[in-house]
């Protein structure tokens, strides 16, 4: 079964939607880094980082309030921060693989993301994502009507407590704060990958440590935590809505196709131009699944001179709100549904 399709000529409705047939030859157009803004975008949102962390210390106990209003856009520099590693790990922000990595590593430990391991969870991810047959690699665990009426008692209240908001945003960022420390051998997770986990909690223990005895662990603890927090919180939502959503697309494997699932399989989250920047426009993100090589500052050209583009179903916050109570795959008529829509079925 080919991965990438050659066609893709309709959109949800049914409309043709452009010369599909050469959307490599689209994508390619918008393909490989500009090295002065990049090099641009990694120092300035670096330093609007570290300067906002600086001024939350400085005014923790001078103007408290100031510090927690500045936890919002710490939160928002973050999110940035690991934007550029999501763009490393795709190689599309720099052209030179080694600096491209490395710079990969250092905005990993700062949003304490295993760099390696995460970029080849999220590889499978890209190569999977809308396949009945090929879940559970980097995506939120979902699983079909059928699935859900054969699991126990005890098995569909598990699932119903991890499907329900208050958990995955809730919880989901102790995953990456936690359960990222540790990881075992899986498909995602080889020796190279298990090698960088170590290395990153070291240099994250090092860093740490630096902190701690530059500041205190008090400044620590009420400046980055919360900022952190609520950065991951943004993440897991964003990456929530970004497949998640009413007319999702889902196919067994025999007739899943790359660029569908792409385009048609990833939401566009229209978002405001300030959260769009703290974001590195990933709410384009069929843009993305097609081209995971544009770079994030490329996204929102592609989106625009491009008719294949307009296929992707839209999604504002609002909508993106409401997804959330979104938790089956529904075979039948082809839709996410919430749970109580199975209980009026039944």
């Not at 939120?140 to 054969?150: P, Q, S």
């Not at 770079?295 to 625009?304: K, T, V």
Request: aromatic share 10%.
């Amino acid at each position: 079964m080919n991965t990438e399709p050659e066609k893709l000529n309709s959109d949800l409705s049914g409309r043709p939607v452009s010369p599909v047939s050469d959307w490599r030859k689209i994508v390619a157009r918008y393909q490989g880094s500009h090295v002065g803004r990049s090099l641009f975008q990694l120092v300035t949102t670096l330093g609007l980082l570290v300067g906002t962390l600086i001024a939350m210390h400085r005014m923790l106990h001078v103007e408290t309030w100031v510090t927690i209003v500045l936890i919002v856009p710490a939160a928002g520099f973050i999110i940035r921060t690991f934007i550029i590693m999501h763009d490393c790990s795709h190689g599309s922000f720099l052209p030179w693989p080694k600096v491209n990595d490395a710079v990969g590593f250092v905005t990993g430990v700062l949003t304490l993301t295993p760099y390696s391991q995460w970029r080849r969870e999220h590889a499978l991810h890209h190569a999977s994502s809308g396949d009945l047959d090929r879940r559970g690699n980097g995506d939120v665990t979902t699983i079909t009507v059928r699935e859900y009426l054969a699991l126990s008692r005890f098995e569909r209240f598990r699932y119903r407590i991890f499907r329900n908001p208050a958990v995955l945003l809730g919880l989901g960022p102790l995953h990456m704060m936690v359960l990222q420390r540790f990881r075992s051998r899986s498909k995602a997770t080889g020796s190279m990958q298990l090698w960088n986990v170590w290395m990153t909690n070291i240099a994250i223990a090092g860093l740490i440590a630096t902190l701690v005895i530059a500041t205190s662990a008090q400044s620590l603890l009420i400046i980055y935590l919360p900022a952190y927090y609520l950065a991951t919180m943004a993440g897991v939502w964003l990456f929530y809505v970004q497949h998640q959503f009413e007319d999702a697309y889902w196919e067994s494997h025999e007739n899943w196709d790359y660029a569908t699932a792409a385009v048609q399989g990833s939401s566009h989250l229209r978002l405001p131009r300030v959260l769009q920047w703290f974001t590195g426009s990933i709410g384009l993100h069929h843009v993305h699944h097609l081209g995971p090589r544009i770079p994030n500052y490329r996204l929102q050209r592609a989106h625009d001179e491009n008719p294949i583009f307009h296929a992707a179903p839209v999604m504002t916050i609002k909508m993106g709100v409401r997804a959330l109570m979104l938790t089956l795959y529904d075979e039948q008529n082809r839709q996410m549904i919430r749970f109580k829509d199975l209980r009026k079925k039944s």
